[in-house]
């Protein structure tokens, strides 16, 4: 009879096992996770300081011809031919270092940082964390219609998996301190430290683990704290605080919610529409960058406030200094221009030019309601967008309180975000961010629940009277009970073996097959053919525990024993029972019925 590692196990040890199960499956490497994360932070950090520096650089050289770091803004000037001529520029510059020095450069890096996760187990080249900084601050310094976001999550992310790197970590850690290095850069560019931990929980992360929260949370901390010296100190738009607001205020938000929730779900077309457009032109995409950079610069040729990161426009939004047909010109011509320079896969961000579609839309809609001021529709309508367009509310709340440091917001915030965040789940099938991957043949879930293996327990599941068979019953026997018709194991591919009473193996059908060629069979016993002190799991214990000893040894049924004997057999937990779990799980999710009040009603 073969034999494993005998399952034997104390009265003492037994009750240590029960009591082990606990809330969390942290331990203490989530102590050097945040250690770890702590340098993550300050690197990200300073790496946020170059990109701003970089790209006030490279846009006072080419439309300002001087050196200089001071941040400028587009609106007023009226570069020429010229401001025509420098986003194409840059995009064949940023199309040349996409095709020879990485592909992974082009568009707005979120999706490539979950594409590293999910699929490149949190490794990043580090070419990707040079290029990636350099091509987007010459897409924005050349008049991209961008925020530094997106290229900072990006870069932050790929600083934290190469420092993992250096380290003997697992994949799931390499990707906490990859996300710790993305929501780190968040935090570095708006002093949104909060937003940044809420993002990686939203998007990047997959999971709600102490174990990948708190480094994260550290890592952002850490990039807020080095940000003052290098950046200086938050908020990064200040408004006048709003009063408290009345409850109609909140129907108002609810409109603004509904109506961004719609913009961001045709934003989100049209800038894959503008993508389908380029893949059909009869060029390289290495040249798209470039049409893309054209069309750009004719849109900041009619509107030079489209150029760029556009911070002060979004501030301005917010203080209520843009109003009436300025609000219909923004919109449009920000839209469309973002739509089809993201479409031209080039290197740039999404959130900032949402921000200000967003506010825009928030501000517009203020103003023909004549409620309140224009100013706090445009907060709101930039929480919307971010909540609809990225899928990420909480996000999105968290975010704009962060920018403004105006808490009497939050209630309007909640009201608009959630509404653009219902109305864009229900028209569109994914994100503006998920979409990208799902058109590389990727698919992401977004809904995050508890395993529902880590909720059962094997009892609840098992079954009662598994088919058992004496030592001394030989293979011939066995083989012929099974053959019967209506034969309680004809149904399993194991039976159990007693011996007084109390396990003393398992059978498979592979061991029958094996036993009956070899010489002796008939009188050949199930005990000699089976295997002897098998893997066996407690009634009380998980089903997800259960299914990692399957797992870990290799086995695909156990035998359910008494945890205060573990010879005594309690049942039997095979393929079957777990898929029936998992059937129990969706059938709460699917069948509707009455109540056992609604029933007596009726």
């Given at each position: 009879m073969k034999s494993v590692s005998p399952f034997t196990i104390t009265s003492s040890t037994a009750s240590e096992e029960h009591d082990a199960l606990s809330d969390f499956t942290t331990d203490r490497r989530v102590l050097l996770l945040s250690a770890l994360a702590i340098p993550i932070g300050a690197i990200a950090a300073v790496v946020a300081k170059v990109l701003i520096w970089l790209i006030a650089v490279i846009t006072n050289a080419v439309f300002f011809f001087r050196f200089s770091t001071e941040a400028v803004t587009f609106g007023g000037h009226n570069f020429g031919w010229w401001g025509v001529l420098v986003p194409a520029l840059g995009g064949l510059v940023i199309g040349l270092m996409a095709r020879y020095g990485s592909e992974k450069i082009r568009g707005h890096g979120i999706p490539e940082a979950l594409e590293a996760i999910l699929l490149g187990r949190s490794l990043i080249n580090p070419r990707v964390a040079i290029l990636k900084p350099i091509s987007s601050a010459i897409s924005i310094g050349t008049g991209g219609p961008y925020g530094a976001e997106g290229p900072i999550i990006m870069t932050g992310g790929a600083f934290g998996s190469l420092f993992a790197q250096l380290f003997h970590l697992t994949s799931a850690e390499r990707k906490t301190l990859l996300v710790a290095g993305a929501a780190a850069g968040m935090a570095a560019v708006f002093a949104t430290p909060v937003a940044g931990v809420l993002l990686a929980v939203e998007l990047l992360l997959f999971e709600w683990k102490p174990r990948s929260f708190i480094p994260v949370a550290v890592a952002s901390i850490v990039a807020a704290v080095v940000r003052q010296p290098l950046l200086g100190v938050g908020p990064i738009f200040p408004v006048q605080t709003h009063a408290i607001l009345e409850p109609k205020f909140l129907a108002c938000a609810l409109l603004v919610g509904i109506c961004v929730g719609l913009l961001a779900s045709l934003l989100t077309n049209i800038v894959y529409a503008c993508e389908d457009g380029f893949a059909k032109l009869p060029i390289h995409w290495m040249w798209w960058p470039a049409v893309g950079g054209l069309l750009v610069g004719i849109g900041g040729y009619l509107d030079p406030r489209v150029l760029g990161v556009g911070y002060e426009t979004i501030h301005s939004l917010m203080r209520g200094e843009i109003l009436g047909t300025a609000l219909i010109g923004l919109i449009v011509a920000k839209g469309l221009v973002w739509s089809i320079s993201l479409?031209?896969?080039?290197?740039?961000?999404?959130?900032?030019?949402?921000?200000?579609?967003?506010g825009g839309m928030g501000a517009l809609l203020g103003t023909w309601l004549g409620i309140?001021?224009?100013?706090?529709?445009?907060?709101?309508?930039?929480a919307a967008i971010m909540g609809g367009a990225m899928s990420a509310p909480l996000t999105g709340i968290i975010f704009v309180l962060e920018l403004t440091h105006d808490l009497n917001t939050m209630p309007a915030l909640l009201v608009g975000?959630?509404?653009?965040?219902?109305?864009?789940?229900?028209?569109?099938?994914?994100?503006?961010?998920?979409?990208?991957?799902a058109r590389r043949g990727q698919h992401i879930s977004r809904e995050y629940s508890v395993d529902a293996f880590a909720l059962i327990r094997v009892g609840d599941v098992m079954d009662r009277t598994p088919p058992i068979v004496p030592d001394t019953t030989t293979v011939a026997e066995l083989a012929a009970q099974l053959a019967q018709p209506g034969s309680a194991g004809a149904r399993r591919q194991a039976t159990l073996i007693e011996r007084d009473g109390l396990l003393a193996g398992i059978v498979t059908r592979g061991d029958l097959l094996?036993?009956?060629?070899?010489?002796?069979?008939?009188?050949?016993?199930?005990?000699?053919?089976?295997?002897?002190?098998?893997?066996?799991?407690?009634?009380d214990e998980t089903l997800d525990e259960a299914l990692n000893k399957m797992l870990h040894?290799?086995?695909?049924?156990?035998p359910v024993v008494a945890r205060e004997n573990a010879r005594?057999?309690?049942g039997y937990l095979g393929r079957p029972e777990i898929l029936g779990a998992r059937t129990r799980g969706r059938e709460e999710e699917s069948h509707r019925e009455r109540g056992p009040l609604g029933k007596r009603l009726s």
């Open positions: 479409g031209s896969g080039t290197s740039g961000g999404v959130l900032a030019p949402l921000l200000m579609v967003g309140g001021d224009p100013g706090l529709w445009a907060i709101v309508g930039m975000t959630v509404a653009a965040f219902g109305v864009t789940v229900l028209l569109l099938r994914r994100s503006i961010l998920t979409e990208k991957l094996r036993a009956q060629r070899a010489n002796g069979a008939s009188s050949m016993t199930v005990a000699r053919a089976g295997t002897a002190n098998p893997i066996a799991v407690f009634a040894h290799n086995v695909g049924r156990l005594k057999i309690v």
